[in-house]
C-alpha cells in the first residue's frame, strides 16, 4: 500500500518536471498533467523493475518516471493535434 502511495506522490512530482522539461506550448491543465505524470510513473517504475533494470525505490526510478511521463506527454500532443 505505501508503495502504491509513493509512487502515486513521485508520478505527480514527474508530470510537473516532465512538463517544464518539454518544449511547446501545452493546453492541458494541472490535473491532466498530474494523471499523465502518474501514468508515466507507473508504467516506467513497473516496467523498470520488471525487465529487472532497477529495484523499486531507487533514485533511477524517478529519472525513469520523468521520461515516462514526458514520453506520455508527447503520445498525448501527438494525438490532441490531431
Given at each position: 500500500m505505501m508503495s502504491i502511495l509513493a509512487t502515486l506522490f513521485i508520478g505527480l512530482i514527474a508530470?510537473?518536471?516532465a512538463r517544464?522539461?518539454?518544449p511547446g506550448d501545452d493546453g492541458m491543465g494541472w490535473i491532466m498533467t498530474a494523471?499523465?505524470?502518474?501514468?508515466?510513473s507507473f508504467l516506467a517504475g513497473y516496467?523498470?523493475?520488471a525487465l529487472g533494470l532497477y529495484q523499486p525505490g531507487e533514485a533511477v526510478g524517478f529519472i525513469a518516471s520523468v521520461i515516462g511521463a514526458i514520453i506520455l506527454l508527447?503520445?498525448?500532443?501527438?494525438f490532441k493535434k490531431k
Open positions: 508530470g510537473f518536471i517544464a522539461i518539454k494523471i499523465l505524470g502518474v501514468a508515466g516496467l523498470g523493475a508527447v503520445i498525448y500532443g501527438f
